[in-house]
Nanobody, 125 residues
Framework: QVRLAESGGGSVQAGGSLRLSCDVS????????LAWFRQRPGKEREGVAS???????DYADALKGRFTISGDNTEKTLFLQMNDPKPEDTAIYYC???????????????????WGQGTQVTVST
């Protein structure tokens, strides 16, 4: 079973940058979809960005241009580069896997069933 562990969260000033990491272990699938989600205070969890084994990426419209999802060549670590963060980006960030046999990899898909524990990001003015 896949195990996901986020790190890299913390406090950052608005306009700065922060990179989140997600260590992926127990993974043997050649076809996969990994994603970042977040839960802001008082809000429902929402999709941030996703990436497939073919490096196809997708982003929430409001975050395009500021956030970048990527994976390392070993496919063991997932990253989220956050540039120009804003106070409204304050949230717990989670990495997740679409566990369906043929992942659709949609950020609104219910097939993200494996989750990390989350990492807190706080953006201050």
């Amino acid at each position: 079973q896949v195990r996901l562990a986020e790190s890299g969260g913390g406090s950052v000033q608005a306009g700065g940058s922060l990179r989140l990491s997600c260590d992926v272990s127990g993974y043997t699938r050649s076809m996969y979809c990994l994603a970042w989600f977040r839960q802001r205070p008082g809000k429902e969890r929402e999709g941030v960005a996703s990436i497939t084994n073919r490096r196809r990426t997708d982003y929430a419209d409001a975050l395009k241009g500021r956030f970048t999802i990527s994976g390392d060549n070993t496919e063991k670590t997932l990253f989220l580069q956050m540039n120009d963060p804003k106070p409204e980006d304050t949230a717990i960030y989670y990495c997740a896997e679409d566990s369906s046999t043929v992942p659709i990899c949609s950020l609104i898909s219910p097939d993200f069933t494996d989750w990390g524990q989350g990492t807190q990001v706080t953006v201050s003015t």
